[in-house]
């Protein structure tokens, strides 16, 4: 399809553009302005933000991928902008053969700005989660799956006059950040908070130090950070065809959010998944689920590469009639899940270390009712580098 062809109207060029994949800040313009920026030498992609007029603030759908799942919403509404700038993807990104270690110590951390921060989950939710993107200016780059530290201020508590230590947390965007422009990294934290077991109160003196201070952090705030660490959860992508089970809970969604953003949402020549990706998320209730909509969205768009299971404890049941966790959705695909292990399946598991007996436990019962042992095969799965494993 020609671009003049795509572009008859407004919603038939967002689509076009989808199709494209890539990335951008918005710039207000017209159809027109983006099929200028498309044929400029230096595109390498678009990314379209539409405004609905019934929205009273700019409602952004996701890099275009809602747009179709919208569309029928078209007819009764209207397009009444696009928005779109030109970005040039630092693909060099891509030509590392090694992921990036450690480039900041916790000696000499590289101080960061907070770019944005938003709270993530409804009003139902028990705690709260937000979506943090930090700047780093492209001086620490990293690769999905792997982890920042951040060095809250202040002192630290147990060693007076000496500054607080390191806390980890998983990298939630892809190497390209949010922006597509290799200059930030966004994680998914959780405000940690005490509750007095005596009096049930919550009990503001022991609130945890680093999550509050990053939930609290405001756009322009400094943050250092450390990293980026960690190889365990790296995405293998040797075999672009290759199955990926994920499992987690909670704030254990960030590595995966990474890896789906750069499978189904980004358009990078080395990389164009044509495998399964098989999301396990286990979260307390429906005003917990996190980055649904972008799940849904892939779903949609490629209902054959991206299956989606959710378990919400405090909401559904399972067939024994106790809470739902993810171990039970586990158990109940585990003869499809059993058969892509044999496959060369990669299963990956992270959030709550509390996660790992029940989920074990399932496993190895499944693993016996087939006449199979679970040690061996876990062995096995470990040899192969197939089992991923960053549970806190
Ligand atoms: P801390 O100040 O370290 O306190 C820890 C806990 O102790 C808190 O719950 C606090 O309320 C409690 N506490 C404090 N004082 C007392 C006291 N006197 N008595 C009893 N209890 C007390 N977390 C995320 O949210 N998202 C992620 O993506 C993420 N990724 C991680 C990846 C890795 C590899 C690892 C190892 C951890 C990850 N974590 C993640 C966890 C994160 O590193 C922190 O541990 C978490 O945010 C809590 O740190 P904090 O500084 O807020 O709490």
């Not at 139902?124 to 920042?148: L, R």
């Not at 998914?188 to 609130?207: H, L, N, Q, S």
């Amino acid at each position: 399809m020609g671009l003049a062809q795509a572009c008859q109207d407004d919603l038939e060029c967002a689509r076009f553009f989808r199709v494209r994949g890539s990335m951008v800040l918005p710039s207000q313009g017209s159809t027109r302005d983006i099929v200028t920026a498309s044929q400029s030498p230096n595109c390498r992609g678009v990314r379209v933000q539409v405004l609905w007029p019934q929205f009273s603030r700019n409602k952004f759908l996701g890099e275009g991928l809602e747009l179709s799942a919208r569309s029928r919403l078209s007819t009764q509404l209207r397009l009444t902008k696009i928005y779109a700038k030109v970005v040039t993807i630092p693909i060099e990104l891509e030509e590392a053969t090694e992921p990036p270690i450690n480039l900041f110590k916790p000696k000499e951390p590289y101080t960061a700005t907070i770019k944005s921060n938003q709270k993530i989950v409804g009003p139902k939710a028990p705690g709260e989660t937000c979506h943090i993107v930090i700047d780093h200016g492209g001086n620490v780059p990293y690769w999905e799956g792997q982890s920042y530290g951040v060095i809250p201020p202040g002192e630290n508590p147990k060693k007076p006059g000496m500054p607080n230590t390191v806390r980890l947390y998983s990298i939630a965007s892809t190497r390209y950040g949010d922006d597509f422009d290799g200059k930030t990294a966004s994680l998914c934290v959780r405000r940690a908070v005490y509750y007095d077991p005596e009096t049930g109160k919550e009990d503001p003196a022991k609130k945890g130090i680093c999550s509050n201070f990053l939930c609290d952090s405001k756009p322009g705030d400094k943050v250092l950070i450390t990293g980026p660490s960690g190889k365990v959860m790296l995405l293998p992508e040797d075999d672009q065809k290759a199955c990926h089970i994920m499992v987690a809970t909670g704030t254990g969604i960030a590595p995966y959010r990474g890896y789906l953003r750069r499978m189904f949402m980004e358009n990078v020549p080395t990389f164009k998944f044509e495998g399964l990706a098989w999301l396990f998320l286990g979260v307390a209730n429906t005003d917990s689920l996190l980055y649904n909509e972008e799940f849904i969205s892939y779903q949609k768009q490629y209902p054959k590469n991206f299956r989606y299971d959710i378990a919400l404890s405090r909401e559904q049941l399972n067939k024994k009639g106790g809470k739902m966790y993810v171990q039970d959705k586990i158990e109940e695909y585990s003869e499809e899940i059993f058969k892509l292990l044999d496959g060369g399946a990669h299963i990956y598991f992270c959030g709550l270390k509390g996660m790992m007996p029940g989920i074990q436990d399932t496993l190895k019962r499944v693993a016996e009712e087939r006449g199979e042992s679970w040690d061996q095969k876990l062995l096995k799965l470990k040899k192969n580098k197939q089992w991923h494993v960053e549970v806190y």
